[in-house]
T-cell receptor, first 115, second 119 residues
Framework: AQSVAQPEDQVNVAEGNPLTVKCTYS??????LFWYVQYPNRGLQFLLK??????LVKGSYGFEAEFNKSQTSFHLKKPSALVSDSALYFC?????????????FGTGTLLAVQP | GAVVSQHPSWVICKSGTSVKIECRSL??????MFWYRQFPKQSLMLMAT?????????EQGVEKDKFLINHASLTLSTLTVTSAHPEDSSFYIC???????????????FGDGTRLSIL
């Protein structure tokens, strides 16, 4: 079965410092990976995806993620954190190649950026 | 682009009431929509996949008669929680995948969720 793991429940970082939110995956074929962000009492917002191509994927709000096949990781990064980046971040992998395109979500990582 | 509207955003009602939640794709057509449930400080749990013009596909453990899903058009799916009880209180989120293109490449776009509180 396909799965993703987010090993950190919470990440704390000071404003202006680089941030990393970790994600590892387990898939039987080629991975289709996604990052989403959720603000309090809101739905999820799409940040970026990896389907194929360059291992470094750039997304919204200055975020990027690096796909590493050998380490089966897809960590989310940002060079300089903002207080407004504080939110809940979910990594997800697409489950299977069928039309349903179900997403399997990780447990989420709460990012707290201190001023 | 790719906006999904979910309504209502907050519902408080008495036990035994049925509640309908709407999910609309405003600027794209979606053959497939998804309904999730999220408990506090937890991840999203997929409840069902809604396909336009056909029956929804429910995940294991989700009661079909309890959570009725209708996807009558390419822009609207509804979730009805029938005879709701306090244990049904949760945050319900819908998402929609744009029609066309490579299926796996399309990200899902999410609504803002509905907070359901059953007294």
């Amino acid at each position: 079965a396909q799965s993703v793991a987010q090993p950190e429940d919470q990440v704390n970082v000071a404003e202006g410092n680089p941030l990393t939110v970790k994600c590892t995956y387990s898939v039987s074929g080629n991975p289709y990976l996604f990052w989403y962000v959720q603000y309090p009492n809101r739905g999820l917002q799409f940040l970026l995806k990896y389907i194929t191509g360059d291992n470094l994927v750039k997304g919204s709000y200055g975020f990027e993620a690096e796909f590493n096949k050998s380490q089966t990781s897809f960590h989310l990064k940002k060079p300089s954190a903002l207080v407004s980046d504080s939110a809940l971040y979910f990594c997800a992998v697409r489950d299977g190649g069928g039309a349903t395109n179900k997403l399997i979500f990780g447990t989420g990582t709460l990012l707290a950026v201190q001023p | 682009g790719a906006v999904v509207s979910q309504h209502p955003s907050w519902v408080i009602c008495k036990s035994g009431t049925s509640v309908k939640i709407e999910c609309r794709s405003l600027d794209f057509q979606a053959t497939t929509m998804f309904w999730y449930r999220q408990f506090p400080k937890q991840s999203l749990m997929l409840m069902a996949t809604s396909n336009e013009g056909s029956k929804a596909t429910y995940e294991q453990g989700v009661e079909k008669d309890k959570f009725l899903i209708n996807h009558a058009s390419l822009t609207l799916s509804t979730l009805t929680v029938t005879s709701a009880h306090p244990e049904d209180s949760s945050f319900y989120i819908c998402s929609a995948r744009p029609q066309g293109g490579l299926i796996g490449n399309q990200p899902q776009h999410f609504g803002d969720g509905t907070r359901l509180s059953i007294l």
